[in-house]
């Protein structure tokens, strides 16, 4: 069964940096697009950035261009969230995501915080 299982959330201060990770498995992850999205507190959830199998196309949410980088180990099954530059308004659950065969799998989330 596909599992989606994200860690490397904490509390950083602004202008602090984090790295993301999300191990797959379950399915091909190679043959798969990926997806970070993120949910703050009391407001919807917001497409971060999304990549696509081979990893040679990537799309950045426009809150996060220049400082969140997108990327995947494909011989690890492993998806990344680079974060650099982060602001109190990134504080949220970020959540790994697949679409997969008509079904949306989503992992549990892992919470950042950016805060002094």
């Known amino acids: 069964q596909v599992q989606l299982v994200e860690s490397g959330g904490g509390l950083v201060q602004p202008g602090g940096s984090l790295r993301l990770s999300c191990a797959a498995s379950?399915?091909?992850?190679?043959?798969?697009?990926m997806t970070w999205y993120r949910q703050a507190p009391g407001k919807e959830r917001e497409l971060v950035a999304s990549?696509?199998?081979?990893?040679?196309?990537?799309n950045i949410g426009d809150s996060v261009k220049g400082r969140f980088t997108i990327s995947r180990d494909n011989a690890k099954n492993t998806l990344y969230l680079q974060m650099n530059s982060l602001k109190p308004d990134d504080t949220a659950v970020y959540y790994c995501?697949?679409?997969?065969?008509?079904?949306?799998?989503w992992g549990q989330g892992t919470q950042v915080t950016v805060s002094s």
């Open positions: 995501y697949l679409w997969y065969y008509g079904k949306a799998y």
């Open positions: 379950g399915f091909t992850f190679s043959r798969n697009a």
């Open positions: 990549i696509s199998g081979a990893g040679n196309t990537i």
